[in-house]
């Protein structure tokens, strides 16, 4: 049975860093890809970053790129989202998924999430 579980998540002021991790079991994590979601309230899901099967394709979304990294490290089958300036509008339910080899967001397999919520 394939179990996502997201990590990391909390509160943080403005400008601040949160690192999530997103442990995959059940198969090696690199021959995979690894997206993150996430979800405001009230608002639809949007997909925030991706990287693909041995690290072949990495995405951003336009609203996290130059602050978000996202890596994976294969001995820990764990995919990391380090993100960085932290802004209000950064707070959401983050969620992360696989089983797919390619950043094709119709993942098969899903965490429960993760919250980050930025204020002051």
């Known amino acids: 049975q394939v179990q996502v579980a997201e990590s990391g998540g909390g509160l943080v002021p403005p400008g601040g860093s949160l690192r999530l991790s997103c442990a995959v079991s059940a198969f090696p994590l690199d021959y995979y890809a690894i997206g993150w979601y996430r979800q405001a309230p009230g608002k639809k899901r949007e997909d925030v970053s991706c990287i693909g099967a041995k690290d072949e394709e990495i995405w951003y979304a336009e609203s996290v790129k130059g602050r978000f990294t996202i890596s994976r490290d294969n001995a820990k089958n764990t995919v990391y989202l380090q993100m960085n300036g932290l802004k209000p509008e950064d707070t959401a339910v983050y969620y992360c998924?696989?089983?797919?080899?390619?950043?094709?967001?119709?993942?098969?397999?899903w965490g429960q999430g993760t919250q980050v919520t930025v204020s002051s």
């Open positions: 998924a696989t089983g797919d080899t390619l950043c094709s967001w119709s993942f098969e397999f």
